[in-house]
């Protein structure tokens, strides 16, 4: 695989799973209750390379030093929706 390839390779993985972490945790956060790091503790991928943050309703994940990241809002009755970027 070429470089160009690997690199778009990669961040195609890190938009996806910034995207699912994202939803997943804020989900996990604010409709069950749990705390951010009991839920991290959910996935069954590697998700090593996520960080994620959380501002009241919004939990944002991100990845290859911030490069690539996803946010997820909470809203009552509604739940946890992802933000378009």
Do not use: K, N, W
């Amino acid at each position: 695989m070429e470089p160009q390839a690997a690199e778009t390779s990669e961040t195609s993985h890190a938009q996806t799973y910034t995207a699912f972490g994202a939803v997943h945790v804020c989900s996990c956060v604010h409709v069950s209750g749990r705390s951010m790091e009991s839920c991290e503790q959910d996935f069954t991928t590697d998700m090593t390379g996520i960080s994620f943050s959380s501002d009241g309703d919004v939990m944002r994940a991100s990845a290859l030093d911030g490069q690539v990241s996803a946010e997820a809002r909470f809203t009552p009755g509604l739940g946890c929706t992802l933000v378009a970027p």
